[in-house]
């Protein structure tokens, strides 16, 4: 694109603005290329759209942005006068409903009610599309945090659309956040039922039977899909259900297959720990013997002023609060679309080159290991940072990197241990369905300025902290490919 995509998208906001709309619309689709999901991007698009009197391609895209993010009362407003102008009088009213129940400016909820209040009591609306409305209200609303009011929303939808998968999925979804885990089971088998080899919902509910016990139903539902995660529920179902040895064998037929599955990777290191015998899987056995310590330090003659211009530059990045589907608590952290290191100037620049000759250190160190982690090292490989704050009280959960292959955190502001170890880094290779106390585990306690690299493949978490103070830190990946 050669732009990164904040850049791209104010770009597209000054030419929308400025009435250029060919420009804008090329502007908005390159940012959707790099990231089809980004919720401004499309919002932007589906006013072009509504404009040429496109309501049905606006709506779509309106209903992506909001999906994405149910916190913008532009997307809430946008999303329910669409529904207005294609005559979907009740899942407009139900959007209106919602709006209001979230402060959307009074002004606007207004004007909404007056062109919903006129509209024919006869009108005609499709079945079909209000029930994909209530769906995409539903995951608005459990986006929001509001789980029972999503709950009813898919219901609305089913019983509209008995034969809308998605909608099915989704309220498996829900059930499940909402540990009505008998019903999500259910509500996936529906899903499923309507749309045969439906990934997404047989990977779901084998979360779901895990979690219930039926570790022979969750195998089956792990079997018949095809993916990274799919080959580790696999593994965990035969490794809960004692088939050790055929969880072996299993690691090594698919080894030959695939030895760089982070997935796979992490699951095997804590099988070799716990039963002490080598697994097959190569990428990387003993991750806990590649973590490095490194400081800003040995590469910056001022570190602290170096760390502070860092501190400072971030301040002008977006970040949001406990992000979805992310380890982050009582924090903020920079959404998945912003690369920190797609900035090619000032401190962020400098901040790359410091930790490119760092791996180039790590790897050098590390040159004689046989390990796929090393031996198949990701020359060519690009980074990809986000930072993290963390408030009072807050940490980050066990967890890995998938996507990546080593990963990496650069220490900004740390907390004081207290003799608690708060504030630390933890790693172990427990994954979170199995923990095991007899497990290896190397913990760090970071200063200011710290460089921590580390397979991605290996569990870790940040230790809980007391003190009134933000904890700050750039973390990234090497990603394998250019």
């Not at 597209?12 to 991007?41: C, F, K, M, S, T």
């Not at 760390?307 to 609060?321: C, F, K, N, Y």
């Not at 390990?371 to 009072?392: D, E, N, S, T």
């Amino acid at each position: 694109m050669g732009l990164t995509i904040e850049q791209a998208i104010q770009q597209g906001i000054a030419a929308h603005q400025a009435g250029n709309i060919q420009e804008a619309e090329q502007l908005y689709r390159a940012v959707l290329q790099a990231q089809p999901g980004h919720p401004d991007a499309n919002h932007n698009l589906g006013l072009i759209a509504l404009a040429a009197s496109r309501p049905d391609a606006a709506l779509a895209l309106f209903k992506i942005a909001l999906e994405e993010n149910p916190h913008s009362s532009q997307f809430w407003i946008s999303c329910t006068d669409t529904l207005i102008r294609l005559n979907h009088r009740e899942a407009a009213h139900a959007f209106l409903q919602r709006g209001a129940e979230l402060g959307l400016p009074t002004s606007n909820l207004e004007v909404l009610q007056q062109r919903l209040s006129s509209m024919p009591a006869d009108s005609m609306e499709s079945v079909d599309d209000t029930a994909e409305a209530f769906r995409t209200l539903g995951v608005a609303l459990k986006g929001l945090g509001n789980l029972e009011a999503a709950e009813a929303s898919y219901r609305k939808a089913t019983t509209l659309k008995p034969d809308l998968a998605e909608a099915h999925f989704n309220l498996g979804n829900t059930l499940k956040a909402l540990g009505k885990l008998e019903e999500a089971a259910t509500s996936y088998g529906q899903a499923i039922a309507l749309q045969p080899g439906f990934t997404p919902a047989l990977i779901n509910r084998w979360e779901v039977l895990f979690r219930l016990g039926e570790h022979e139903a969750a195998l089956q539902d792990a079997d018949s899909c095809n993916t990274p995660v799919s080959k580790l529920y696999g593994l965990q179902s035969l490794y809960a259900l004692g088939r050790i040895e055929e969880l072996y064998r299993r690691l090594e037929d698919d080894t030959e297959i695939d030895d760089s599955n982070i997935h796979v990777a992490a699951f095997a290191a804590f099988v070799s720990s716990v039963e002490n015998k080598h697994t097959a899987h190569r990428f990387c056995n003993n991750p806990l013997d590649f973590v490095h310590v490194s400081n800003i330090a040995s590469h910056v003659k001022d570190s602290n002023e170096f760390i502070s211009a860092i501190i400072d530059h971030l301040q002008g990045v977006r970040t949001e609060w406990e992000p979805a589907k992310k380890s982050t608590f009582k924090g903020f952290q920079t959404p998945s679309e912003i690369n920190l290191f797609a900035d090619n100037s000032g401190v962020m620049s400098r901040l790359r080159s410091i930790i490119e000759s760092e791996l180039d250190l790590y790897r050098s160190r590390f040159q004689e290991e046989t390990c796929a982690y090393i031996r198949k090292w990701p020359v060519g490989g690009r980074l990809f940072g986000w930072h993290v704050i963390l408030k009072q009280q807050g940490h980050q959960t066990p967890h890995i990197h998938a996507t990546g292959w080593l990963s990496g955190v650069v220490y900004l502001k740390v907390v004081p241990a207290l003799d608690r170890n708060e504030g630390a880094i933890e790693f172990s290779l427990n994954p979170p369905n199995f923990p095991d106390a007899s497990t290896p585990r190397v913990l760090h306690q970071p200063a200011e300025g710290d460089i921590v690299l580390f397979p991605s493949s290996l569990h870790h978490r940040t230790i809980p902290f007391s003190t009134d103070t933000d904890r700050i830190v750039i973390a990234f990946d090497l990603m394998p490919g250019a």
